[in-house]
């Protein structure tokens, strides 16, 4: 079965950072563009960040431009998410998602920025 398992989310002061990954099996990893979104309470789901099958293509949403880094081990079926300077702002749960013709979906992991 498909499954996508986020972790490395908790609590982190403002100014601090976090790695996230989520390890993917079931599928052909390297054949799927993967990405991570967020979503925090009463607010939208958010795309953060993309990353292209081979590693070579990225995206980032404005809000964690030049802050957040996605990168992926297609060895290891895994894709993370390199935190720095988390803000208050960047509280909430982050998914992966990994993207071909059907979408599969982690269960997310919480990440809280707070003093």
């Known amino acids: 079965q498909v499954q996508l398992v986020e972790s490395g989310g908790g609590l982190v002061q403002p100014g601090g950072s976090l790695r996230l990954s989520c390890a993917a099996s079931g599928f052909i990893f390297s054949n799927y563009v993967m990405r991570w979104y967020r979503q925090a309470p009463g607010k939208e789901r958010e795309l953060v960040a993309g990353i292209g099958s081979g590693g070579g293509s990225t995206k980032y949403a404005d809000s964690v431009k030049g802050r957040f880094t996605i990168s992926r081990d297609n060895a290891k079926n895994t894709v993370y998410l390199q935190m720095n300077s988390l803000k208050p702002e960047d509280t909430a749960v982050y998914y992966c998602?990994?993207?071909?013709?059907?979408?599969?979906w982690g269960q997310g992991t919480q990440v809280t920025v707070s003093s």
């Open positions: 998602c990994a993207v071909r013709g059907s979408n599969y």
